[in-house]
């Protein structure tokens, strides 16, 4: 029977990887468009391709070091191989995680230009090539998760234990993929906004600018690469934990090895919902194209349904509970959407308020925006809350409420069991999510090689309908985000006092609070130098584009051409440099609280760091969305358009709002993770503290 159910798996993961190939020769078939166009497409896949073989040297080195420390320092009395397994599985982890990241970024640089084609051509053409280019994208990564977790699997003879090593090094590559990303992303972002819309009063993607490569650029390493391993970590980290729970006593001997292969079985519907779903993505006559992607993640997640109840139906005994548990994280998964579309869109009174706030200047807009990121957060916890509650009732967990904490309980196992069962149900739809994020920066760049290569203005009407829908689809892919990573961090939690054999964690104990104090300091350092090194980058960038427009009259007259490889150079060189350290200090600062103060520590460290890191993450992407939409409030005609003072408050508060939305906060998804995959990996280590 494990035999039957591992083939599957296996199957649905070839057959999602082939269809994704059927879709990269369709889209490669595809018309490239006029000359100027191709050899600006060219410029972005040249930068976007030179920036991730840099950047993916500097991680591999990186984890070269830790693969050999992992398999030197961990140590079993049971199984003396255990260092050599964990650092075996990181490394192919961390390979991985590279790998889906390359796959994402290779198809979107060859989509944008194809899209942008297409939008000369009609709507529903430039719709399904960047849709297409998307699904690829989320076809590959969920996979390569699903490939790589059963292959281990299978290895080491079907212990989950020993498959932590391959989530630790998902997500330690991610978070340098996505920190690196974002800070080049980010800071070619702002640069470009402040002297080009600004100072210069030019278009955003004006190819007199000479930062709008390094924009373009920007997109398709820190929104596609950097976004695919962060996804890629998630759905890894959740199977992971997930299959860890299914081993626990209670649900085992319930369910048998069908409990511990239930996540793997249920993310293949999710592949096969996606291959389903893009069907019914293409533009009807009038019809918004965000009613078109909605209804393919609607098709998406009914057969994800569908699914749950076939699995729960065989594999759970026919336990309608763990069903209903599913569906749980499913509507929770759109209600989180309906939250950040209500506070991120300009046709809600949240970001109406920011946008009218600006007539008054930069500081009333900023003041508002803030205050609708920090008013965010409070129907997202509470639905997350009830989510958490609900599944772990509908486990049978409500039995243990109220109660000392007893992970050996029965009832507490196989509640925490339906939490991780309502987390896959979030997380079923991954694949379709990442075609819709994937869909943003594609048609964000057909747009900028439209306005570049002098366009007509029909075409660029319709690239900015996609682009707006995109905006939309960006925003709510981080609330989704921070979401599952909220669920997973919770069952990974879970996972950690199962492995280290805990019943809890007592702040009142010293050591405890010491290690949850530094696990909300973590978050706020990290997010500071994220923040930073964005603002350091941006202003030696800003600096050389003013030097260019005053060295090279011909600029601005249109007969002479900016240098857009400087300031690409200029983001590749800071990204690389900047990710090191503050993902290094998110690594090493999880290890040394569980060497010297042990694991109970390291448990108060994950608890009040994945509280303030969901906290801070979902306060920062909300934040930097709404400031980002209220400018394009404006730039719709409304408050006196392009060029008014309105306009330039809200493109100042958009370059506020870029580092938080699209660098710190994207990252901090990876560092929730992130904190509690390493401390699971390493619990062997976190016995030999020194306070034991």
């Known amino acids: 029977m494990v035999t039957l159910l591992i083939e599957y798996v296996f199957a649905v993961s070839f057959i999602s990887l082939f269809a994704a190939g059927l879709l990269v020769s369709w889209i490669l078939r595809q018309d490239q468009g006029t000359k100027a166009m191709q050899d600006i497409a060219s410029a972005i896949k040249v930068g976007a391709e030179t920036y991730l073989a840099r950047q993916y040297k500097t991680i591999s080195v990186i984890a070269i070091v830790f693969t050999v420390l992992l ?151 820190g929104d596609i690469a950097g976004r695919g391993a962060d996804l890629f970590e998630s759905i890894t980290a959740e199977n992971i934990g997930a299959m860890i729970l299914g081993v626990a006593p209670a649900v085992y001997s319930m369910f048998g090895t069908n409990g511990l292969l239930f996540p793997l079985l249920a993310r293949g519907f999710g592949l096969i919902g996606t291959m389903v779903g893009m069907f019914f993505v293409y533009s009807r006559k009038k019809e918004d194209p965000f009613t078109s992607l909605t209804r393919g993640l609607v098709v998406t997640g009914v057969i994800c349904a569908i699914g749950f109840y076939v699995l729960t139906s065989v594999l759970l005994n026919g336990q309608m509970n763990y069903f209903y548990a599913a569906l749980t994280g499913i509507v929770a998964a759109i209600i989180v959407a309906w939250i950040t579309d209500y506070y991120t869109s300009y046709r809600r009174r949240p ?132 979401a599952s990573a909220a669920l997973s961090a919770f069952l990974l939690f879970s996972a950690f006092l199962e492995v280290a054999g805990l019943n809890g964690v007592d702040l009142a104990r010293p050591e405890v609070f010491i290690g949850a104090m530094i696990g909300a300091m973590l978050i706020f350092l990290f997010s500071s130098l994220a923040i930073r090194a964005v603002g350091r980058t941006a202003a030696v960038m800003i600096i050389e584009i003013r030097r260019q427009f005053k060295a090279i009259p011909g600029i601005m007259k249109g007969n002479a051409l900016p240098d857009y490889s400087r300031c690409i150079d200029i983001s590749t060189r800071a990204a690389l440099k900047n990710m090191v350290w503050p993902s290094l200090l998110i690594v090493i600062g999880p290890i040394a609280v569980g060497l010297v103060l042990g694991s109970e520590a390291v448990g108060g460290l994950l608890m009040i760091g994945t509280i303030v890191g969901v906290l801070m993450a979902l306060f920062m992407n909300n934040v930097g969305a709404a400031l980002d939409n209220a400018k394009k409030y404006i730039e719709t005609g409304s408050l006196g358009g ?33 904190l509690n995959t390493i401390t699971l990996a390493l619990a062997p280590l976190f016995v030999l503290a020194l306070l034991h």
């Open 351 to 482: 970001t109406l308020e920011i946008a009218n706030a600006s007539e008054s200047g930069a500081a009333p807009s900023l003041a508002t925006g803030l205050a609708v990121g920090m008013e965010s957060s409070g129907l997202f916890i509470i639905v997350i809350g009830v989510a958490i509650l609900l599944a772990f009732g509908l486990g049978n967990g409500f039995q243990s409420l109220g109660s000392s904490l007893n992970i050996s309980n029965p009832a507490f196992q196989r509640g925490i069991y339906g939490t991780a069962i309502a987390t896959m149900g979030m997380l079923s739809v991954t694949p379709m999510i990442l075609a819709m994020d994937g869909f943003g920066p594609i048609t964000d760049n057909a747009g900028g090689i439209l306005e570049m290569s002098g366009a007509a203005a029909k075409a660029r009407e319709v690239s900015d309908k996609l682009d707006s829908v995109g905006n939309t689809t960006k925003a709510l892919t981080k609330g989704y985000g921070v």
């Open 71 to 221: 398999a030197i320092a961990i140590r079993s009395p049971t199984n003396p191989w255990l260092g050599v397994d964990t650092a075996a599985g990181f490394l192919l982890g961390a390979l991985c995680s590279n790998l889906a990241g390359y796959i994402a970024m290779y198809i979107s640089v060859r989509s944008n230009i194809r899209a942008a084609r297409g939008a000369m051509t009609s709507l529903d053409r430039a719709l399904k090539i960047a849709f297409r280019g998307g699904v690829v994208f989320g076809l590959g990564v969920v996979s390569l998760s699903l490939l790589g977790i059963s292959t281990l699997f299978l290895i080491f003879g079907g212990d989950p234990l020993l498959i932590v090593g391959f989530g630790f090094g998902a997500s330690f590559a991610a978070l340098f993929a996505q920190l690196g990303g974002g800070i080049f992303t980010k800071a070619a972002d702002m640069s470009a906004d402040l002297v080009g819309k600004v100072e210069a009063g030019i278009p955003e993607d004006d190819p007199r600018n000479p930062a709008v490569i390094a924009d373009l650029v920007g997109d398709n390493v």
């Open 642 to 674: 392009k060029g008014s003072a309105a306009h330039a408050a809200t493109v100042i508060g958009d370059t506020l709002g870029d580092p938080l939305k699209d660098t710190a906060g994207p990252s901090l998804h990876v560092v929730v993770k992130l």
